[in-house]
């Protein structure tokens, strides 16, 4: 061959349509069994829409309230003590006291944070 043959020789390929594998969407058309597909919040959520679809009910309700408001469980923080006396009757900080879910202050001894539970 040439070398002027060379310079004009065209290689072709065939075009090859190939379908992505993976997606970045998620679809998802009704609720399963654990509760993905729809959001629980009932209100204003800093939770992404995507994310508050796919994730199961059960973690859209573990998450507190001022992140992701879906009508209160009794064991999320309430911003309120539970102690007796409006706190007094603990020796943990009232700060805390008002952070900690309900189920934690219940838990904690009467010695240390009085609810008056027995």
Do not use: C, W
Not at 5 to 16: E, Q
Not at 83 to 96: E, F, L, T
């Amino acid at each position: 061959m040439s070398s002027a043959a060379l310079k004009f020789r065209i290689f072709t390929r065939p075009i090859v349509r190939s379908t992505p594998i993976f997606r970045n969407t998620i679809r998802m058309s009704s609720t399963n069994e654990y509760g993905q597909g729809k959001s629980h919040a009932q209100g204003d959520s800093a939770v992404p829409g995507k994310v508050q679809e796919a994730a199961p009910s059960g973690l859209e309700e573990a998450l507190p309230d001022s992140v992701h408001p879906t009508g209160g469980k009794a064991d999320q923080s309430t911003s309120k003590t539970h102690a007796k006396d409006g706190g007094d009757a603990s020796i943990v900080p009232k700060k805390i006291q008002e952070i900690l879910p309900e189920s934690v202050e219940r838990a904690v001894p009467n010695a240390i944070h009085d609810t008056g539970d027995k």
